[in-house]
């Protein structure tokens, strides 16, 4: 698979900003050498920082580190990942989710496979992983309102799972569906979107290699405010598309109804690929802050956004021939 | 009328460091690391927020004059209207700096084509003539059309508050409440000057009579 889409980052694309951040990272490495070799001895070159997720309360899963898929750019701390969300079922504020999320059960799981494929049904979180190994892939995070992260992801690739229910030739798309527990979810209480979050993937993007269902984040379960239990991770498009915390997965031949789509379609494409060229229309998406390192350095934060959020060797071939600025 | 003047001077520097107040704290979390995952939005949403602050407690001053009487306040305005210039200034600047800094081409694509940029930025240029002319000689030099230029105000306080009102992401009903809450106090402190201007005008009070407003109190 790593054979046939190579190395999804490629040195050449590292804009100088993350030069000057990867410099920076270097001289801090060397302090923390020891733990970097013991985390990842198959990486060409470590990891820009070591994924330190002690202080999350979750339970150490066991993965592989995928070095292939994974950016090498200094990474987003885990209290700022896990301090500073957009998941507005606890909350519309950045700081909501990891403060109203403590009631949130994640466990027991079960996901309902409906649609268009040869087995339906509901299933427990256990029976879906069943088989898979888990394995770590660090992405770049690019929100719409133009930040960005660099996140440690444990999970397995979605397609795998999906082929498992043996989607038929006329699942188009595929329809992903969050759940919604008002007595744990303070956030639905608000009319922010219409309840419950909806997302889609044509089924092409579902099924790419770099399209995570993710279970874990800096090497641990994920807390409540990322996602718990499951979760998409799509590194090429915008944040709100990789939605969390899924019930619901059906396949479906129409392209389905999103529901950031649905509250603004001139602001929110169903696509909604990480594209500069295409600026929302309140602000550009020309450049990006970067949430990451240890947050002291107020300058050099910014940086250019790239197609695809870098992932174009990737994924344009999934579009060509299409109008993205249309289709965006 | 001397005492009151005595404490008026004396409570000025007061005012003063009490208007750094803010600027100092945000000095302090920037040293401290203690702006959260994204210190540069904070710094912008904070120092612009004090920029509104100021130029609402400027606009603030005639209506409270008018309701308490109490006409000394007035000597606090130019002193209120200059902190909304100051923290607007650098509001702007850690746009430009801090946040956008090396994007040079970006800035501009974004001042004309980002609706709450342009309104944003038009605020803070308004305020310039402004603060120029907030000093005694150029307002003895302009006379009647110092408060003719220094109407502006209101443009920069509609534009300001628009500006807040306009980044709210669509559907952020909660995110909303906070710019509406400032703008419905633009628009109480505009409306408080309306009906004062109606009253004059129904008893033929010569307009150019600058003792008006002071004789109104109470």
């Known amino acids: 698979m790593a054979d046939r889409i190579g190395l999804p980052i490629n040195p050449s694309e590292i804009t100088p ?73 606890f909350g519309t504020d950045k700081a909501d989710p990891a403060q109203n999320s403590s009631g949130f059960k994640p466990k027991p799981w079960s996901v309902e496979i409906a649609g268009k494929a040869g087995i339906t049904g509901t299933f427990t979180l256990e029976d879906i992983l069943k088989g898979h190994a888990l394995e770590e892939r660090i992405y770049r995070l690019r929100c719409v309102e133009a930040w960005s992260m660099v996140i440690p992801w444990v999970g397995i690739p979605l397609a795998a799972v999906l082929k498992r229910f043996q989607p038929a030739s006329s699942a188009r798309h595929v329809s992903f569906t969050t759940v919604a527990r008002r007595e744990q979810m303070p956030g639905l209480g608000y009319p922010v979107l219409d309840w419950p979050y909806r997302e889609g993937l044509r089924i092409d993007e579902a099924m790419h290699p770099l399209t995570l269902l993710a279970v874990g984040i800096y090497g641990r379960e994920l807390p409540a405010q990322n996602g718990a239990p499951l979760r998409l991770v799509v590194p090429w498009k915008y944040g709100y598309k990789s939605i969390k915390s899924i019930v619901r997965i059906e396949f479906v031949e129409q392209q389905p109804e999103t529901s950031w789509n649905q509250s603004a379609p001139d602001e929110y494409g169903y696509y909604s690929n990480v594209n500069p060229a295409v600026s929302h229309p309140r602000w550009s998406q020309g450049s990006e802050r970067r949430i990451a390192g240890d947050g002291f350095n107020l300058f050099g934060n910014r940086l250019q956004t790239l197609p695809f959020n870098g992932y174009a060797d990737q994924v344009a071939s999934l579009y060509a021939g299409m109008d993205l600025v249309r289709n965006h | 009328m001397a005492r009151s003047f005595d404490r008026i001077a004396a409570t000025k520097p007061v005012v003063f460091l009490l208007a750094l107040v803010p600027m100092g704290w945000l000095a302090w979390k920037v040293s401290q690391n203690a702006l959260g995952p994204d210190p540069v939005a904070q710094l912008e949403h904070n120092t612009g927020i004090w920029a509104l602050r100021f130029l609402l407690a400027t606009l603030a001053i005639t209506p409270a004059r008018k309701l308490t009487g109490w006409n000394a306040l007035i000597r606090f305005r130019r002193m ?139």
Request: hydrophobic share 45%; aromatic share 12%.
């Open chain 1, 17 to 89: 900003e993350s030069v000057y951040l990867r410099r920076r990272t270097l001289l801090k490495g060397l302090a923390l050498m020891p733990s970097l070799l013991a985390g990842c001895s198959d990486a060409v070159e470590p990891p820009a920082e070591a994924a330190a997720g002690d202080e999350l309360p979750g339970t150490k899963l066991i993965f592989t580190h995928n070095s292939t898929f994974s950016s090498r750019e200094v990474q987003t701390s885990s209290k700022d990942a896990t301090h500073y969300n957009n998941y507005y079922e």
């Open chain 2, 80 to 218: 209120l209207g200059l902190f909304a210039f100051f923290y607007a200034s650098v509001h702007l600047a850690v746009y430009l700096i801090v946040d956008l800094g090396g994007f040079w081409s970006q800035i501009l694509v974004e001042i004309a084509k980002k609706p709450f940029v342009t309104v944003g930025f038009l605020a803070w240029l308004l305020m310039i003539p402004l603060a120029i002319t907030s000093t005694r000689g150029m307002m003895r030099r302009l006379g009647r059309n110092w408060q003719r230029l220094h109407r502006l105000v209101y443009a920069s306080g509609l534009f300001a508050a628009l500006h807040f009102l306009w980044q709210v992401k669509y559907g952020e009903t909660i995110a909303a409440i906070e710019p509406v809450i400032y703008a419905g106090i633009f628009a109480a402190l505009m409306l408080a000057r309306v009906p004062h201007r109606l009253i004059k005008r129904r008893t033929g009070t010569p307009a150019g009579s600058a003792p008006a407003n002071t004789t109104r109190s109470q």
